[in-house]
């Protein structure tokens, strides 16, 4: 499975960014897909993410009611709707993927990253 995630670039504090990850290859075997974020001397933390077949999600406590994960099937594409930005969102945002049942929070349950796409919020 190949992984494209694009969509970042600079706001300002209070306005949105919609990221995208497109999905190539095998992606039937995809079970789960997310996105995390990282900063300078930080570990990849989780940020969202979404089953691949059905619709069940997740959200880390510091971004609900601001960010909203879908995905387009069809496309193979999952998105990442982020309102409300804040400064402290400010990070490289990588999408991921993995092909099996495993604790989703966790960078190391993913098998195929994206490259990372740079949010910046001004403030």
């Known amino acids: 499975v190949q992984l494209q995630a694009f969509g970042g670039g600079l706001v300002q504090a209070g306005g949105s960014l919609r990221l995208s990850c497109a999905a190539s290859?095998?992606?039937?075997?995809?079970?789960?897909m997310g996105w995390f974020r990282q900063t300078p001397g930080k570990e990849r933390e989780f940020v969202a993410g979404i089953r691949w077949s059905g619709s069940t999600t997740h959200y880390a406590d510091f971004v609900k009611g601001r960010f909203t994960i879908s995905k387009d099937n069809a496309r193979n594409t999952v998105y990442l709707q982020m309102n409300s930005l804040k400064s402290e969102d400010t990070a490289v945002y990588h999408c991921?993927?993995?092909?099996?049942?495993?604790?989703?929070?966790?960078?190391?349950?993913?098998?195929?990253w994206g490259q990372g796409t740079q949010v910046t919020v001004s403030s």
């Open positions: 290859g095998r992606s039937f075997g995809i079970y789960y």
């Open positions: 991921a993927a993995t092909s099996s049942y495993a604790d989703i929070i966790i960078p190391s349950s993913y098998n195929h």
